[in-house]
């Protein structure tokens, strides 16, 4: 489905504490890459994600503690 986050969406997330968006490319875990915002499906932010909708708000757990992300747009690849 086009209208959920899976592997190979762009994905535009509202960082609800830094008040800042992002955008990620959501990819299997051979292709991450963080420094080109290539997120491994199986990172904590690509697990929380995956199989969302948009406008839905996700928190995740790091390690530098809880962050909630909006998701503003999801677009296929």
């Not at 960082?15 to 955008?23: G, L, N």
């Not at 929380?48 to 999801?74: H, N, S």
Request: glycine share 8%; charged share 30%; no cysteine.
């Amino acid at each position: 489905a086009k209208d959920v986050v899976s592997i190979g969406s762009h994905v535009k997330l509202r960082d609800m504490s830094a008040k800042e968006t992002i955008e990620y490319f959501i990819v299997g875990s051979a292709e991450a890459n963080p420094d080109a915002n290539k997120l491994s499906n199986e990172s904590p932010v690509g697990k929380a994600i995956l199989g969302k909708k948009k406008g839905e708000t996700v928190e995740v757990t790091t390690p530098r503690g809880a962050l909630k992300f909006k998701i503003m747009e999801i677009r296929a690849a």
